[in-house]
């Protein structure tokens, strides 16, 4: 082994020591008490056998579209990192321009190869009630997207080329960060750019938004609510932003009536619960910790193609991005899982409410058709959530802790 | 390829007569009284040929001499209410108009194509509508809870008709037709012959989109500002089907381009007007910028098929824009300049309907057969060239009034691929 070959080594194995301390960090400084354990659930007890029965039939279709759709895409797209460079004779645009052109394209196909699994989940959620959106307007929709996803994709090469025609091979050192400081400024400015959202008119969850945000050190925080009913039936809430432009959005379908004002406000405190909890800042941390040994993969992975200055790398890098992104999902929706759990906590300290968490959550099931318990491999890879039924027992471990008085 | 069995001849000599001029669509009434109860009789005898046709592989005759006698006299009125001739027409049809129509002899016809002549004649009516009436290039598009509910409504002016109501003042003033006006009218009478033609199964030979092929319109005088077409028409449906999203790195950065334009234009008039000729920087920085737009918009309209370059750089494109360098001015020219560009501008916007309904066309053609269908193409290209025409003139980079008459200049190469 040469010395040179050898420090290489050394720097990576430095460089994997220094992300696993990261992480841990990271991970670590978001939890729920480390003496909690979780009691068992008795979903017979919370749920009818139709109930749970009909949550397994919707997720199960919506699993194997998923699945199929992955397969699909990797597919295409490792046809499209083989071929997709023959695209270029389509442009006399330069090798930048050219490779915008094959960065199009390849989402172009991606989008065409997911439509019909797209197109089943819209016909599934239709069927079962849950999603209201008409084919052509989700079509018109999927094809805005597609213009939005052109748009990023172009200003993501422009950037990695452009670097990579100063830098060469290493432009992932300037690339990586670059990529995590546009993500910070994408996050702070994403509440601006949601659609039909307009200010929470209900003056007594406001108030209780207001007392648990002081409770939870918080300053106030906007609370907004986003029209979704005429796409779904489904509820669902988020945190959003940076530091002043922080707000909690609300879907209209959380305030329509199947939900009591105890739950609703038990929904607000565990978005008020990320936002305490800096889990859109930790996420930015976590997404550096991803991006920049991804960028190097990529970097490393196009070199045969004369690196990313290169359109013909263009197709290539879209796959191992895919590929990538595929690999560190099963660890990714952990991350997320983690938060969400800390969220749940915040919010069960926050209200002292574990009646109405139980409430809400056994809703997600009954009105969402969420399953409470899904296969170990849809949990490990698509959980982005705790499980209802880890959820449920969560708030009857808070209440375990802490017993009504009497 | 074959020549066309329909071709309009012109033999008109541009002097009008201004008091038939003023009067000319009041004049015209007894023309379109009567051209209605023809039509209503050659509706039928066009049905009567259509199953003829379709049983016997030929047209009858009578009944092609009939329908070619009405196309030519709808032909006949038109030339004259859209100021393209000058006589009084006759009320039979009889040849040896100014603006005639030559139809061949009844010919063997596919059955096939024969039945389905009415849904393969779609694309056809719909570039007539935008050369003669007006463009459908209006979309209303809205979504309800059960579904999404498409309208369609016919918008914009076509060119024929925009380009008569220009030269309607033209003449007033000079007693005379411009060249180019008539020869442009004189092309979409041409192409909307041979749809009637088409349409009323007098031939099967589709009509013919190509601008430059009217044996009678005489080439264009030279221009400064000139197209180039040396595009290969095969196409790629992959980048067809994504043309329009694929253009959006371009929009923006027109978008952008232009703001800067918009300022240098304000600098380029004042200084011409000042000092009777573009300086050489600005006029160098928007002619960069125009050619830019035209390759932008040869892509997005499906004239050009490779991906433009960002630089508007000569030579870049397939679709390509010569144009000249600073030259001097007039002083007066240049001060009201946008205000005598406004004509043009109507014209332009015109044959935007044309290059719309063209693009539309053309997307379909293209992913079904994966080939730019070459008569729209040079359509389109002509479409285009006006524009650039129109825009060299209103930002200063030519004093020369564009040209609208149909001529193309088509690279050799090009020529050989059609065929």
Known sequence: MSARRAAGLAALALAAAAWVVF??????????????????????????????????????????????????????????????????????????????????????????????????????????????????????????????????????????????????????LVGGPVFVVLAALFTFVQ???????????????????????????????????????????????????????????????????????????????????????????????????????????IA??????????????????????????LLALPLQVAISRHFEAEADWMALRTTRDPAAATGVFRKFTT???????????????????????????????????????? | ?????????????????????????????????????????????????????????????????????????????????????????????????????????????????????????????????????????????QANGGGGNMSFRTAGTGVAVTVAFLAWFAILARGRMPRGFRDLVAFCLRYAAQTYAYVFVLTERYPDADPALPEAVEPAPPSPVRLTLED?????????????????????????WSIAAFFALIGMWVATVIAARPPDGLHGFLSSYLRYAIHVYAFVFLIGGPFPAFNGAPGTYPVDLELPGPEPQGRWGAFFRLVLAIPAFAVAGALGGVLFVSAVLAWFFSLVTAREPVGLQRLGAFALRYTAQTDAYAFLLTSRYPYSGPATRVADEQLALAE
């Open chain 2, 1 to 141: 390829m074959d020549e066309h069995p329909v071709r309009v001849t012109v033999t008109d000599d541009l002097q009008r007569n201004r008091w038939t001029v003023f009067f000319r669509l009041i004049l015209a009434i007894p023309h379109f009284i009567w051209l209605a109860l023809w039509g209503i009789a050659a509706f039928v005898a066009a049905f009567v040929n259509w199953l003829v046709t379709l049983v016997d592989g030929r047209s009858p005759e009578p009944l092609f001499d009939f329908l070619a006698a009405y196309i030519r006299y709808a032909t006949h009125v038109y030339a004259y209410v859209l100021l393209a001739a000058n006589p009084y027409p006759g009320f039979t049809g009889e040849p040896g108009y100014p603006v005639d129509v030559e139809l061949g002899r009844p010919e063997r016809q596919n059955r096939w194509k024969t039945g389905f002549r009415i849904v393969l004649a779609i694309p056809a009516i719909a570039v007539t509508g935008a050369l003669v009436d007006g463009a459908p290039y209006s979309w209303n598009a």
């Open chain 1, 23 to 172: 992480a841990l960090l990271l991970w670590r400084s978001s939890r729920v008490p480390a003496s909690l354990r979780l009691p068992k659930v008795d979903l017979g007890a919370l749920f009818t056998a139709h109930q749970l029965a009909r949550a397994r039939s919707f997720e199960r279709f919506i699993r194997i579209d998923w699945l199929l759709s992955e397969l699909a895409l990797l597919g295409v797209l490792a046809v499209y990192a083989r071929r997709g460079a023959r695209f270029a004779r389509e442009s006399a645009a330069g090798r930048t321009g050219t490779g915008l052109l094959l960065g199009m394209l390849g989402l172009g196909i991606v989008w065409l190869a997911q439509l019909p699994f797209g197109f089943a989940e819209v016909w599934w959620e239709r069927r079962w009630g849950i999603g209201h959106e008409s084919y052509a307007k989700w079509l018109l929709g999927g094809w805005l997207g597609l213009a939005g996803a052109f748009l990023f994709v172009c200003a993501a090469l422009v950037i990695v080329m452009g670097l990579a025609r100063v830098l060469g091979g290493r432009w992932w």
């Open chain 1, 367 to 406: 009105v969402a058709l969420e399953q409470p318990d899904p296969p170990d491999w849809a949990y490990l890879l698509l959980a982005d959530h705790p499980t209802i039924e880890q959820r449920i027992g969560m708030a009857k471990a808070w209440r375990n802790l802490h017993p009504p008085p009497g």
């Open chain 1, 191 to 297: 509440p601006y750019l949601l659609g039909g959202t307009h200010p929470l008119r209900d003056r007594a969850l406001l108030a209780d938004a207001e007392r648990f945000a002081r409770a939870e050190g918080l300053p106030r925080i906007k609370i907004v609510v986003q029209d979704v009913h005429a796409e779904t039936s489904s509820p669902n809430a988020e945190a959003v932003g940076l530091g002043p432009t922080r707000r909690v959005v609300l879907w209209d379908t959380l305030l329509d009536g199947r939900f009591t004002p105890r739950e609703v406000r038990l929904v607000v405190a565990h978005e008020l619960g990320h936002l305490s909890r800096n889990h859109l800042l930790k996420g930015l941390a976590w997404f550096a910790l991803f991006a920049i040994p991804g960028a190097w993969v």
């Open chain 1, 300 to 325: 490393r992975a196009t070199r045969r193609r004369g690196g990313m200055a290169e359109p013909a790398a263009v197709p290539l890098a879209l796959f191992v991005l895919v590929v990538l992104q």
């Open chain 2, 232 to 256: 290969d028409p095969r196409r790629s449906r992959l980048t067809v089907f994504f043309r329009l999203l694929l253009a959006i790195p371009h929009v923006v950065w027109l978008a952008l």
